[in-house]
């Protein structure tokens, strides 16, 4: 694949939010770490495409390769068993196994899929396939303002691969690495192993709900948070006996700070605080080094880190 003569080299990612847009773009210099160039918010002003409509034309966006990301809250990302089919009938073969797991009709669903990583000890097991499905008229409904304003979009993304983009920087040779983030609205746990997604689970508990309860109530959350990692931690144990789990990240502000003492207590592994500068260049833009803004803008950033092999294979 090759750019076109006005595109520049990377990706700009397109991050929709009720009330903002983030964008970001990364370029990958053939010398060096990944590079942000670009990381702004814009208020939407009236619709979705009346916004677009002008960042297009204030930002120049149409000198850029564009992906957006899908709404984490209009798609599921499941993990079955993969039918004994070719990758080509994987996709349509893999409908029927997952019109129980949805609560919209199957036929009005558009399926991807993702290859679950295997081998070592764990290689006896069946295959496992990840599928992200989505209703056709939700997917519609994200991508036509952002046509309609002109841009040229080439990909909708999910959060949980622009996750893998970012902690694949952050693996250590032959480790699997767990990162764990936190927006306004969620918390994303991943897993990653030789730049591949092991593992993805969605915690339904936003910063600011954290930051409304009292310190019992806190405490109780905190508790509850990490028994379910601890149970995440074990079924990767047990289903990716060929690496070794070494850390987790943990990135957001406020009570995650409290949030980490608690899993550092408490996990069998060390729990440390993700800084995109280990991994990521950003001269240009002084903000990103403060941990609210890396929060804020770490789905835009992981979406931009797209690379043209990674785009091709369908990521």
Known sequence: MLFKAKQKPGWLSLAVERDRVDIAHVSRPGYGRPLVTLCETYRREGSLEHTMTRLRRERSL??????????AGQYQLLQVDAPDVSASELASALR?????????????????TMQVPAGGPAA???AQVFAVVARAEAIRLHAEPLQRSGLGLETIDIHENAQRNISALFERPGRAVALLAFDETAGLLTVTAGGELCLA???DLSL?????????????????????LQRSIDHFDRHFGFVTLDRM???????VLGLRDVLAENLDLPVEMLDLADAIDFPSIPELRTTARQ?????GIGAALRTVSTAAGGR
């Open 96 to 112: 029927w196994r997952l019109k129980d797991l949805i609560d919209f009709p199957v036929e009005s669903a558009v399926v991807e």
């Open 124 to 126: 006896g097991r069946a």
């Open 208 to 228: 600011s709900a954290l930051g409304d309860m009292d310190e019992s109530g806190r405490q109780a959350v905190y508790d509850r948070i990490t028994l379910e």
């Open 295 to 299: 929060a804020q803008c770490l789905a």
């Open 249 to 255: 990240l943990l990135t957001g502000v406020g009570p």
């Open 62 to 71: 149409d000198a850029f390769r564009l992906t957006a990301l899908m709404p």
């Open 201 to 203: 689970r969605r915690i």
